[in-house]
């Protein structure tokens, strides 16, 4: 092969790469947020600097946004259960059949190992399945726990619901749900958190966080913090097990020691309605004025980007997923091509 054809094809192919991996390469190190507020849900590219906005649909009487194992997101609103699939440019349902599931009240959701998902609404918690061929399906597990809390799966596949009148510990297997335990200690709960250590943290509105413990029953840790007007309003917790929480007043960081909480960073904000914390340990504060994003450096926050996005009420993220093996050895084979070509 002559020199002249052989830069042709290694142009080519380069160029085949680019085609290939352009939509990674564009957003390597990002996140894809998707951000429900009174109007719908948006998507937000966040590249740890800026907010690329990106689709919006129209949903009215959002309470839940949450993205399953499978990239699927499950939009809870006052009319039901709603699936959606992000295609790069716009949402679009995540089934050409049974992407909508009526259910009053839909709110808060957590998927188990199993790949169900456990939503609380308006008359108690639900078990729900999401194929893409049929849509939504239910074993027809049911309990009545009361709604305006939320849910969180634990390690053990227990499911943590926190709730106006303090926190339920729920057993689960297809058509049933089992009430193990109950604690009413963490009254009113808005959140719960678990850390790695498998401790849970809940938020207790107009008070502060309280720590307990789970084997087969409640164990209160004795670990309270109070904090500022309105207590735990809103929460999520980093992959070094720092809870990032809102009051009134702005956002606190909390470091538990297994027995006690400590201040580790605060950041003045008002009116926040929302707390996420995404892949990146990127702690994005939906507020009055729109989306904030900080990081924490173990004892502080230093404030980043800034987008004007008002009534935020939920935030959850998809992955990104990496190359393909396949574009992977391509680009492998390419390089290989050029380098023996410059060597000779």
Known sequence: MNCMCLNRLVALGALLVVFALGSFAAVAGAVELHVAHGGGVSYFDYDGSSYTP???????????????????????????LSALDYTG???????PSGAFFGLAGAAAMDQDA????????GGGLSDFSFSDATGYSSSGAYINVPSGGDIEVGNDGTVHAGHPGGASALGFSPGSY???????GVNPTNHVVED???VLHYGINNAGVAGLNYAGGYADTGAFIALGPGGAQQMDIDSGDIIHVADNNGISALQFNGT???????FALGGISEVFVDSNDHIHAAHGGGLSAFTHNGSSYTPGAYFNVGGVVDITQTIIPEPSSACLILLGALVGVSRRRRSK
Do not use: K, M, P, W
């Open 196 to 198: 790695s250590n498998g």
């Open 260 to 266: 006690s909480y400590t201040g580790v960073g605060f």
């Open 54 to 80: 990106g689709g919006f649909i129209g949903i009215g009487g959002i309470n839940s946004v949450f993205a399953d194992s499978s990239q699927n997101i499950h939009v809870g609103h006052g009319g039901g």
């Open 114 to 121: 199993g790949g169900v998902l456990h939503v609380q609404h």
């Open 89 to 95: 440019a716009s949402y679009v349902d995540a089934s």
């Open 178 to 184: 089992a009430d193990n335990a109950y604690f009413g």
